[in-house]
């Protein structure tokens, strides 16, 4: 009985300090029922309750960060083993890779003749059509040209994102056109806002109507030989 009075005692005590429930418990041997017992009557001060406040949100701020981590770790595990997969891509392979982009991505003939263009904001997509277009259909360099789209609340910016995409391309400054402004304003809900905003490239070839019909041509044999026409 004596032993109890003394926990009973030092844990009123610590409470008043503004020690939490599972802080008392670690120091205090007792089952949760018998602790909320002996301090339902014990009053904190705002600051007691503040201070508990602070603990609460500190210890899930951790419980978050333990998760983010985690899931973060998953998530990296996943994308490595997935990158090993892969393997080296033979020069097939590139150009099928080619042909399901521009399909995905490209423009298309539909009632006059069409060039080759591929419009998309993502570097690395821009830089694998580059590559494509250069190795495996053999455009010159100097058939193609580039033409950026961005937003006219960015002007400020028109030199910095100049550099970006010529640094993406690999090509200098006379392949690129006037860039085209584009009055409306950007959605909020969109990721590349602010300073990671750079528009959106056209990728374009001159004289690339031929080209863009072998495109299609390319992929109906798709479509044929996977049985999905």
């Known amino acids: 009985m004596q032993a109890k009075t003394e926990q009973k005692n030092k844990a009123v005590e610590l409470r008043k300090q503004g020690f939490s429930y599972a802080e008392i418990l670690k120091q205090i041997p007792v089952s949760k029922s018998s602790l909320s017992l002996w301090l339902k009557s014990v009053k904190l001060a705002k600051s007691q309750k503040q201070k508990l ?9 951790r419980g978050w960060e333990a998760c983010h981590a985690k899931k973060l770790f998953i998530t990296q595990k996943i994308k490595s083993e997935a990158k090993k ?4 891509l033979t020069e097939r392979e590139l150009w ?29 997509m821009i830089r694998l059509f580059i590559k494509w277009l250069l190795e495996i259909c053999e455009i010159s ?19 910095e994102v100049r550099e970006y995409w010529e ?13 085209r402004w584009k009055k409306n304003k950007i959605k909020t809900k969109r990721k590349n806002i602010g300073e990671k905003y750079f528009g959106l490239i056209n990728i374009n070839v001159r004289k690339g109507v031929s ?3 072998k495109i299609q041509g390319w992929i109906s044999g798709i479509c044929e030989y996977c049985e999905v026409v």
């Open 53 to 61: 406040t602070d603990k609460k949100l500190a210890g899930m701020k």
């Open 85 to 88: 997969e892969i393997g080296k």
């Open 96 to 124: 099928l890779i080619g042909i399901s982009l521009y399909w995905a991505e490209g423009a298309k003939e539909k009632d006059k003749a069409v060039g080759i263009k591929l419009s998309n904001s993502d570097p690395l």
């Open 141 to 159: 360099k100097e058939n193609i040209y580039f033409e950026i789209y961005l937003h006219d609340s960015v002007k400020h910016r028109e030199v």
């Open 167 to 179: 640094k993406i391309t690999g090509f200098s400054t006379e392949y690129f056109r006037k860039i």
């Open 211 to 213: 080209l863009n019909r």
